[in-house]
Nanobody, 128 residues
């Protein structure tokens, strides 16, 4: 059974940092790309970053470049999202998701429909 479990969210002040974790199980980790998405109240879900653990290829949405860093630990089957200089507009539920890439001809983007498996999310709240 594929499982993705997010952790690391919380309430932080603006300017602070958080590191979110996505622990994966039930599939061959390096055959999948892992993406991070977020959904703020009243807004659509937004893809913010993804990583292909097999080669470290990363992608970020422009709005988070320079503040968000995605990384993976293949030995732990875990993907991290380091978020620095948090802003109130980063407040959202953050989800990780997985998509199979072993036979893909193109790297996945940040659209929700490209991802097949989803975690339950972790809440990030940034106070001003």
């Amino acid at each position: 059974e594929v499982q993705l479990v997010e952790s690391g969210g919380g309430l932080v002040q603006a300017g602070g940092s958080l590191r979110l974790s996505c622990a994966a199980s039930g599939f061959t980790f390096d055959e999948y790309a892992i993406g991070w998405f977020r959904q703020a109240p009243g807004k659509e879900r937004e893809g913010v970053s993804r990583i292909e653990s097999i080669d470290g290829n990363t992608l970020y949405v422009d709005s988070v470049k320079g503040r968000f860093t995605i990384s993976s630990d293949i030995a732990k089957n875990t993907v991290y999202l380091q978020i620095n200089t948090l802003k109130p507009e980063d407040t959202a539920v953050y989800y990780c998701a997985a998509t199979y890439i072993a036979s893909a001809t193109m790297a996945p983007g940040l659209a929700s429909y490209e991802y097949d498996f989803w975690g339950q999310g972790t809440q990030v709240t940034v106070s001003s």
